[in-house]
T-cell receptor, first 111, second 114 residues
Framework: EDKVVQSPLSLVVHEGDTVTLNCSYE??????LLWYKQEKKAPTFLFML????IEKKSGRLSSILDKKELSSILNITATQTGDSAIYLC???????????FGKGTLLTVNP | NAGVMQNPRHLVRRRGQEARLRCSPM?????VYWYRQLPEEGLKFMVY????????ESGMPKERFSAEFPKEGPSILRIQQVVRGDSAAYFC????????????FGPGTRLLVL
């Protein structure tokens, strides 16, 4: 059965800190790795990573995929209270594109 | 551009009743996915549909659950004879044909079975 594991499960930091969230995957016929941010509503798409070693950036967020290690990291620099959310990682499958999600990392950024 | 729309946002049902959850994909998206999020659990894939076709329903419980995406109108997830264990958040996502794994999620329907 496909599996995605995220760590840590929760993290509390102060504004301005830099955080690294981890994701490892075991997905048969793996196609890509996706990151989402979930606040109280819909998961919001952040990144999709298909190629190993190529960093994707969006403002203070960046992410990279390591296909050899079957893992990905999400970095957030200069954290703000608005970054507080659950960050979800998911692997997609060739053919049917279904996403296998991890349980998420709950990030709390205190002022 | 309106995002993925789901209604109702909250639904309360008594055991044995039927629940109908609706999802309108983003404009131009022809692929719909349903996921369930149980308390303390991650999002779990249920079913993948295109217009008038079920592509993959490997995550759907074998009984009481069904899904459709008709030629006209929203996608419907139907749960018959609900039980307390069906209480969860049900999310719909849609994707464009050009990038099917880039799925955009709706706000979800929170189903509570009393």
């Amino acid at each position: 059965e496909d599996k995605v594991v995220q760590s840590p499960l929760s993290l509390v930091v102060h504004e301005g800190d830099t955080v690294t969230l981890n994701c490892s995957y075991e997905v048969t016929n793996f196609r890509s790795l996706l990151w989402y941010k979930q606040e109280k509503k819909a998961p919001t798409f952040l990144f999709m990573l298909t190629s190993s070693g190529i960093e994707k950036k969006s403002g203070r967020l960046s992410s990279i995929l390591d296909k050899k290690e079957l893992s990905s990291i999400l970095n957030i620099t200069a954290t703000q209270t608005g970054d507080s959310a659950i960050y979800l990682c998911a692997g997609s499958t060739v053919g049917n594109y279904k996403l296998t999600f991890g349980k998420g990392t709950l990030l709390t950024v205190n002022p | 551009n309106a995002g993925v729309m789901q209604n109702p946002r909250h639904l309360v049902r008594r055991r044995g009743q039927e629940a109908r959850l609706r999802c309108s994909p983003m404009k131009g998206h022809s692929h719909v996915y349903w996921y369930r999020q149980l308390p303390e659990e991650g999002l779990k894939f249920m079913v993948y549909l295109q217009k008038e076709n079920i592509i993959d329903e490997s995550g759907m419980p074998k009984e009481r659950f069904s899904a459709e995406f008709p030629k006209e109108g929203p996608s419907i997830l139907r749960i018959q004879q609900v039980v307390r264990g069906d209480s969860a958040a049900y999310f719909c996502a849609s994707s464009p044909i050009t990038s099917q794994e880039t799925q955009y999620f709706g706000p979800g329907t929170r189903l509570l079975v009393l």
